[in-house]
């Protein structure tokens, strides 16, 4: 239950290590961890303190507060003692602009994102950076999460489909990367840039799509962190969350599509728009729904996944089914 995990990690306290052990740390990479928070005073010691609870603990932890009016910096303050805990106050730029300005201190091998009000099991940097050496192909490891409430009470394990290897073409039907479970090399940001910020919400898809066009990623069946759902969080807002995604793919198309077969395109615009589809026939918008249908149709007319959606459009199911 998460909630003993939060009891756990909220009891540690600083331990002498020996030489032995600090020797060790210091031939570990180091990774660097962005949380964005704003307004998070209930749950960001308790995202911190599941950083502090990690095995791994060669880590900078990289907070950008993006100009919170509550009590967020009073409830850090007992952590930054810890010189890997470093605290960044801005004025209100948004989700992007301070996970970027992270990127930019950090000085880590590896990246991790964890916002503000979400959580890690405590061996996610061992395992992961594990796997990272012991796999030297794959540029972006992911994994799958947990559900809690705002009370950290366990609500789901059910996670969506994910993938491995060259994603792009999955990649265009529906953001299948969490971010909070991810660990990539500093070398992709480097390379391809960070969050364009252009989309208001969704900015971790826009990324996750444009590494797709280059780089490998590596799905791990198992549970790396804890996703809280929380009703003012930027992700709730389906209908702004569906514009976003219908702009950030089309956008790739144009930018990137060339790494992508014809039909690979078509193939994922179809069922981009049948999942569409499906949502707003559940939320009773049917006038969209069918739009959003026959854009799927014009893209696969002979589609299994156009005729299914067809189905659902006609008999939706009830509002909140999750697509």
């Known amino acids: 239950m998460v909630k003993n995990f939060l009891a756990d990690a909220g009891s540690l306290a600083p331990s002498v290590r020996s030489s032995h052990e600090l020797y060790r740390s210091a031939l570990q990479p180091l990774i660097s961890i962005i949380t964005p928070t704003y307004n998070r005073e209930r749950t960001i010691a308790q995202a911190v303190e599941s950083v502090l609870a990690q095995s791994y603990e060669r880590w900078e932890l990289l907070i950008i507060d993006d100009g919170s009016e509550d009590g967020t910096r009073e409830q850090l303050s007992g952590y930054l003692d810890d010189a890997r805990v470093q605290y960044h106050f801005q004025e209100n730029q948004g989700q992007s602009v301070?996970?970027?300005?992270?990127?930019?201190?950090?000085?880590?091998?590896?990246?991790?994102?964890?916002?503000?009000?979400?959580?890690?099991?405590?061996?996610?940097?061992?395992?992961?950076?594990?796997?990272?050496?012991?796999?030297?192909?794959?540029?972006v490891l992911h994994s799958d999460e947990i559900m809690i409430d705002e009370q950290g009470h366990e609500l789901s394990r059910k996670n969506m489909r994910r993938y491995s290897g060259k994603i792009a073409r999955q990649m265009l039907v529906d953001n299948s990367v969490s971010i909070n479970t991810v660990m990539a090399r500093r070398e992709c940001f480097d390379a391809m840039g960070g969050f364009s910020g252009r989309y208001g919400?969704?900015?971790?898809?826009?990324?996750?799509?444009?590494?797709?066009?280059?780089?490998?990623?590596?799905?791990?069946?198992?549970?790396?962190?804890?996703?809280?759902?929380?009703?003012?969080?930027?992700?709730?807002?389906?209908?702004?969350?569906?514009?976003?995604?219908?702009?950030?793919?089309?956008?790739?198309?144009?930018?990137?599509?060339?790494?992508?077969?014809?039909?690979?395109?078509?193939?994922?615009?179809?069922?981009?728009?049948?999942?569409?589809?499906?949502?707003?026939?559940?939320?009773?918008?049917?006038?969209?729904?069918?739009?959003?249908?026959?854009?799927?149709?014009?893209?696969?007319?002979?589609?299994?996944?156009?005729?299914?959606?067809?189905y659902r459009v006609m008999f939706p199911r009830r509002s909140g089914s999750r697509e």
Do not use: H
Not at 99 to 128: H, M, T
Not at 234 to 242: A, E, G, L, P, Q
Not at 280 to 308: E, I, M, N, S
């Open 98 to 139: 301070a996970r970027n300005r992270g990127l930019r201190y950090a000085r880590g091998e590896y990246i991790c994102f964890l916002d503000s009000d979400d959580l890690w099991v405590p061996e996610k940097l061992e395992r992961q950076e594990a796997l990272m050496k012991a796999y030297p192909d794959v540029d």
């Open 201 to 310: 919400v969704a900015d971790d898809y826009d990324i996750w799509l444009r590494f797709s066009s280059r780089y490998t990623f590596f799905y791990v069946p198992e549970y790396w962190g804890y996703y809280r759902v929380m009703p003012d969080q930027i992700s709730s807002n389906k209908v702004r969350r569906f514009e976003a995604n219908e702009s950030i793919i089309l956008d790739f198309i144009k930018a990137y599509g060339e790494v992508l077969e014809p039909w690979e395109i078509r193939w994922g615009l179809a069922r981009f728009y049948c999942r569409k589809a499906r949502y707003f026939a559940a939320a009773g918008q049917r006038a969209t729904a069918w739009g959003a249908l026959g854009r799927a149709a014009r893209f696969a007319p002979l589609d299994f996944a156009v005729w299914r959606s067809l």
